[in-house]
């Protein structure tokens, strides 16, 4: 191999992609240089964005063998960063036709699958896929990265819970004058923060566009008259001519700034978000939307063993019973696991009950079932339900640091200390105290921020 392209592909593999296209395309003057040399032209310019001059790279190499798989997928890597993916799909299945070992192949075919709505056959090409993968194809699949239409169909294929906000930017694109291809180019393509200073850019157009048909329309100009007229006087000159016309002001200040969730909220943030208000009002019925979880993992804490009730107790019958016990409480934990699933409340708390009188009090199955009675507690709309349900919440937290999902555990106990704040003013500070705690745990939610200012403005009342 040329020591000129050895040299390129370590630039390229340290991320010094200008560099590495530089020394690649001093290779070509080579004598006996590779006729395919145009392909690691293209992987360069891929993994920089250059989506149109690679495709021309691949194209070339096609030109002179058709069957190059390589450049058949990098191809299809340019195609998908361009919005073209159903051409994308046709080079990939010719890929496959001749190497169906590279998982990366069947990964983007699985992705293209699910975006147009072809489920099953995206499952099972993605299940070929977890089949083939290794270190070496991920290492190739992270030089590539496109939009959030994209990387939602990733999660979807993975059966991630978290879902990318996609209607809310769809929403906010659509405000800046684009249709609907446009936003479609920019969701697939773009990745998050490339797409965000974007639309930095385009609502600064935006703005500007809105300025100037407010003037046009006010002083009754045509397009070449106010580009004139921007030409001699400053936009803030012409503004106040306008305003003093008018009478008032008809130039709405828009926000600077591009706030929108990079996730789609969904269960109690929702909820949040759609009932929220102004001058922040204080919410109704946060506990409904309270977690059951596992709260507490065996490795956690130590487990009730032979070793400590042979230590206790010599009795061979006391430990058939202490085991016994363990598994009629795990059995009924079990049980109301379904009831709950089913929404058969009644017999969930049955389950809930035989499995509390049942389990061993230093076994760590008792701060699940402790977690579970709470939080079907807590659902309920009486006050004395809630009371009881935090009194349950209160009687593990001296175990709070060992549980796997403590910020669960503090989210419930703050709705419950909530909604009872609305009854008993002490619980006011005791909700503030587990929603700051939560926001210690799991960084700045802006829901929570707003549970709090109406706790403030109560607590001033």
């Not at 992609?17 to 690691?40: H, V």
């Not at 580009?227 to 130039?251: A, C």
Request: charge should be negative; glycine fraction near 4%; proline fraction near 1%.
């Amino acid at each position: 191999m040329s020591k000129l392209i050895e040299y390129a592909r370590e630039l390229e593999d340290e991320g010094k992609f200008e560099d590495a296209l530089n020394y690649f395309e001093m290779a070509i003057e080579e004598k006996g240089c590779p006729f395919d040399i145009r392909k690691d032209i293209g992987q360069v310019l891929n993994k920089m964005g250059d989506y149109e001059e690679a495709l021309n790279c691949f194209d070339l190499v096609l030109s002179m063998d058709e069957n190059h798989v390589d450049s058949m997928f990098g191809r299809a890597i340019s195609l998908i960063g361009l919005n073209r993916w159903i051409d994308a799909y046709t080079c990939l299945v010719d890929a496959l036709n001749i190497d169906n070992t590279n998982a990366n192949y069947w990964y983007y075919v699985a992705i293209i699958l699910k975006e147009y709505n072809k489920p099953e056959s995206a499952r099972k090409y993605f299940k070929y896929f977890r089949d083939l993968d290794n270190e070496n194809f991920r290492k190739m699949r992270s030089s590539y990265e496109f939009g959030l239409v994209f990387k939602q169909r990733e999660n979807e294929l993975f059966m991630r819970k978290r879902n990318y906000n996609i209607e809310g930017f769809r929403k906010e694109l659509g405000m800046y004058g684009l249709d609907k291809y446009e936003i479609q180019y920019l969701l697939r393509t773009m990745p998050y923060e490339d797409l965000l200073f974007h639309m930095h850019y385009l609502k600064d157009e935006f703005k500007d566009y809105i300025t100037k048909e407010i003037i046009k329309e006010s002083l009754g100009l045509n397009d070449v008259d106010i580009i004139r007229m921007f030409e001699l006087e400053s936009e803030e000159k012409i503004k106040q001519s306008v305003i003093s016309i008018l009478g008032y002001d008809p130039f709405k200040e828009l926000d600077e700034d591009v706030d929108i969730p990079l996730y789609e909220k969904t269960g109690l943030f929702k909820f949040i978000d759609n009932n929220k208000s102004e001058n922040y009002d204080m919410i109704h019925g946060l506990a409904s939307f309270n977690r059951f979880v596992d709260i507490m993992e065996a490795k956690n804490i130590k487990k009730f063993s032979q070793k400590n009730l042979s230590y206790a107790h010599k009795s061979n019958e006391f430990r058939i019973n202490a085991s016994n016990s363990i598994d009629l409480a795990n059995r009924n934990f079990s049980q109301a696991k379904k009831a709950i699933v089913n929404k058969n409340y009644h017999d969930a708390f049955v389950f809930l009950d035989t499995a509390l009188k049942n389990c061993p009090a230093d076994y760590y199955n008792m701060y699940n079932i402790k977690f579970y009675y709470a939080t079907l507690l807590s659902k309920f709309k009486s006050a004395d339900y809630k009371i009881l349900a935090y009194r349950y919440y209160e009687d593990i937290g001296d175990k709070a640091r060992y549980f796997k999902n403590k910020d669960v555990y503090l989210l419930n106990k703050a709705c419950v200390a909530y909604e009872l704040s609305f009854s008993y003013l002490r619980f006011v500070d005791e909700a503030i105290y587990y929603l700051n705690k939560y926001l210690e745990y799991k960084g700045d939610n802006e829901d929570i921020r707003y549970l709090l200012n109406s706790l403030y403005k109560r607590k001033m009342k």
